[in-house]
């Protein structure tokens, strides 16, 4: 039996599935099984992912690729949220 999990959330992936597909855009970038994609992650999109896989410890605000933080920054100053209002 096979089941398609689709999420943002590598970790979630790893732990319930033997082979992982990143797609980006609609197209399939990578490929792997679960264990090489952490190993070994090789696309920049997979990377990124990696990068925002929520973690104990990480605030949402961690989790932004930095060039964004940067731009986020710049606009409404070093302690502006990622969510606006949103967030208390």
Known sequence: ??????THDLGLAAAYCDRVVVMEKGRVVE??????IFAKPEHAYTK???RATPRLGVSLRDLLPEEEAQQRRRRHGRRASAYGRRLP
């Open 48 to 50: 990124k992912l990696m």
């Open 1 to 6: 039996m096979s089941t398609i999990l689709i």
């Open 31 to 36: 490929t792997a099984k679960s264990a090489d």
